[in-house]
């Protein structure tokens, strides 16, 4: 059986990658969705100030947790990410997975919300499903069927027309299928 990536204790490759090649400098992030903390934990570890931010009670306990086994210092916040006190500002968002779970008419909210909390030149990274993975159906279809089937697929095109009045596109790769020893 082979656990869901989301489920591991082990971060992201792509953001392992991103830090070792120094693309990503050091500094404030906000962990959004932080889910299980491994994330979190591993910025924690390289130097960065960390904010974490999931609405689950659980998934703030593990990342507590994680934090405490690894010794580093990881700030939890409980709470939705459109509620979060905007008075920081975070020299990188990292959203590992929830971006493809909010409805389309709350992307205006979601991208004006990173804006305020980024600095001047701050990096937002998001891991979303692409065309081969999560539901591949139309924002009609999702309102038309009150569903959005575990997480919407975004195809490049379609994620650079979501953002490209407010962002600039530094980057786009898919995952790398890892082995869970690596």
């Given at each position: 059986k082979v656990d869901h990536p989301l489920s591991s204790v082990f971060p992201d490759e792509s953001l392992i990658d991103y830090l070792d090649s120094g693309k990503i400098p050091i500094g404030n992030v906000l962990d959004i969705g932080c889910g299980n903390g491994r994330n979190s934990v591993l910025l924690a570890e390289k130097g960065f100030t960390v904010d974490a931010l999931d609405i689950s009670d659980l998934a703030i306990e593990k990342t507590e947790k994680l934090a405490r086994t690894h010794k580093v210092k990881v700030t939890t916040h409980r709470g939705n990410f459109f509620n979060f006190n905007k008075n920081k500002k975070y020299n990188l968002i990292y959203d590992a997975g929830m971006f493809h779970h909010i409805f389309p008419h709350r992307r205006p909210?979601?991208?004006?919300?990173?804006?305020?909390?980024?600095?001047?030149?701050?990096?937002?990274?998001?891991?979303?499903?692409?065309?081969?993975m999560g539901a591949s159906i139309s924002d009609f279809e999702i309102y038309l069927n009150r569903n959005m089937e575990g997480g919407i697929s975004y195809p490049l095109e379609k994620l650079k027309s979501i953002f490209e009045k407010r962002f600039e596109l530094l980057d786009y790769r898919e995952m790398k299928n890892m082995s869970p020893e690596d």
């Open positions: 909210e979601y991208i004006d919300s990173v804006c305020e909390l980024l600095v001047d030149g701050g990096l937002l990274a998001i891991i979303a499903f692409n065309e081969k």
